[in-house]
Structure formats: C-alpha cells, structure tokens
C-alpha cells in the first residue's frame, strides 16, 4: 500500500510540473525574436521567472496557455499562406496586464490571419506592468501604468517596419490587432504613435509606429477601425 501511494504520488507531481514551463515557444519552424538589444527600458521586477501555464478548464474544447512575469518581451514571424497581398498584423494578447493569453488571443488568431493570405507578428509584451486600475477614467494615469507594455508596441511596430523588405511586408500595409488588455494598447498606438516613449537604441526606431489599420476587442466589445 505504501508503495502505491508513493507512486500516485510521483504521478500527482510529475502531471503537476507538466502543466508548467519556463517561458513560452512558439511552434516548430518559428522563432522568436527579442524587441530589445538588450535590457528593455524601464523594466519592472516580477515576483518570479517566466512561467507558461495549461488552465484546467476547457474553453471551446481546449485549455487556454497563459504565460505570466515576462520581462523579456519577444516578436514571431509567422508567414502568410498562398499568395499573400503584402499586409503585415501585429498581434497583441490579452490579460489584464497580468497574464498573456499566448494561444486563444495569439496563435489561433495569427493561423487564421496566414490562412488569409496575411504576415502575422505575435507580440509577447511584458506582463505584469504596474497594477491596472480598469475602472479609472483617467487616461494618462492608465497610461502610465501600461506605459512598459506600450513601449513593447511601439518597438515592435518599427520593428515590422524596419524588417519589410526582408520579411515581404508592405511597409504602408502594417495593421494592429489586440483582445482586452491588448485592445486597451491597440487604442494607445493608434494615438499615441508621435510620442517617443523610450529612447532611440537603434536604426529601427527611426521607423513610425503609426498602424495603418486596427482592430481591438476590449471587454467584449469589437471596434474596427482605419488609422486616418
């Protein structure tokens, strides 16, 4: 009997430990890139390490991977299927600024982005900023508590910009989709582009942030919208 019960119990931590992993990777065939040469400006500390985590529940058929304590925010390319029409979307998850919901609101949304012909850049963005007030309708005090994740937009955009040629993106065809958290940062680019949050480090930073279209889904609300 005891002997059994040491082997459930092995059993109990080994599918425990499975459940979690020390940061997110994409698919196979898909690597990520880090926005910053190196340190990202104004960085936070976080309770821990990187840590992707399987949720128990099921939402439409599959667990959803969150990935908390980011400070080491990262882009993936995936490339369109077919012919592709030259656009580019940078996409950002959700996650109240605490977690990132890696899958439901990133990779599936960037498979059926390909499908249609479209480069997708995922955008692992740091996670937690500060804590966020939501029901505050102050903007720049929000604004200053997103402030590092918005800095991880802004570089990423220029990014995509600055890397058109090499990854076939048409440089006028660069839009933004974010869910939640990430539509709360899809409005602040798409207004707040002319603002250098952080100091130039390189060639690519000369690029504009500027989206040239946006889509953002914050609390369940849907808003299309073109950059004028």
């Given at each position: 009997?005891?002997?059994?019960i040491f082997a459930l119990s092995v059993v109990v931590v080994v599918c425990g430990k499975s459940a979690q992993a020390d940061s997110w990777q994409p698919?196979?065939?898909?690597?990520?890139?880090?926005?910053?040469?190196?340190?990202?400006?104004?960085?936070?500390?976080?309770?821990?390490?990187?840590t992707v985590t399987s949720s128990k529940e099921l939402l439409a058929g599959k667990p959803v991977i969150t990935v908390t304590n980011v400070t080491r925010p990262t882009i993936t390319v995936y490339g369109p299927e077919g012919k592709s029409g030259g656009a580019a979307v940078l996409v950002i998850p959700?996650?109240?600024?605490?977690?990132?919901?890696m899958d439901f609101e990133g990779t599936e949304i960037c498979d059926w982005l390909t499908s249609k012909g479209i480069t997708c850049v995922l955008l692992k963005y740091r996670v937690p900023?500060?804590?966020?007030?939501?029901?505050?309708?102050c903007r720049p005090h929000n604004l200053s508590l997103s402030l590092p994740s918005l800095q991880d937009v802004q570089r990423s955009m220029r990014l995509v910009r600055f890397h058109a040629a090499e990854w076939h993106v048409d440089p006028h065809k660069i839009g933004v989709?974010?869910?939640?958290?990430?539509?709360?940062?899809?409005?602040e680019i798409s207004t707040n582009f002319e603002r250098h949050l952080y100091p130039p480090v390189d060639a690519a930073d000369k690029e504009?942030?500027?989206?040239?279209?946006?889509?953002?889904?914050?609390?369940?609300?849907?808003s299309p919208l073109m950059a004028s």
């Amino acid at each position: 009997m005891r002997i059994l019960i040491f082997a459930l119990s092995v059993v109990v931590v080994v599918c425990g430990k499975s459940a979690q992993a020390d940061s997110w990777q994409p698919s196979a065939g898909h690597t990520q890139i880090p926005i910053w040469p190196g340190a990202a400006p104004d960085l936070q500390p976080v309770p821990g390490p990187e840590t992707v985590t399987s949720s128990k529940e099921l939402l439409a058929g599959k667990p959803v991977i969150t990935v908390t304590n980011v400070t080491r925010p990262t882009i993936t390319v995936y490339g369109p299927e077919g012919k592709s029409g030259g656009a580019a979307v940078l996409v950002i998850p959700g996650g109240g600024f605490q977690i990132l919901a890696m899958d439901f609101e990133g990779t599936e949304i960037c498979d059926w982005l390909t499908s249609k012909g479209i480069t997708c850049v995922l955008l692992k963005y740091r996670v937690p900023s500060a804590p966020y007030v939501w029901k505050c309708a102050c903007r720049p005090h929000n604004l200053s508590l997103s402030l590092p994740s918005l800095q991880d937009v802004q570089r990423s955009m220029r990014l995509v910009r600055f890397h058109a040629a090499e990854w076939h993106v048409d440089p006028h065809k660069i839009g933004v989709v974010g869910f939640s958290a990430g539509g709360y940062l899809v409005a602040e680019i798409s207004t707040n582009f002319e603002r250098h949050l952080y100091p130039p480090v390189d060639a690519a930073d000369k690029e504009s942030s500027r989206p040239d279209l946006r889509c953002s889904s914050i609390r369940g609300i849907s808003s299309p919208l073109m950059a004028s």
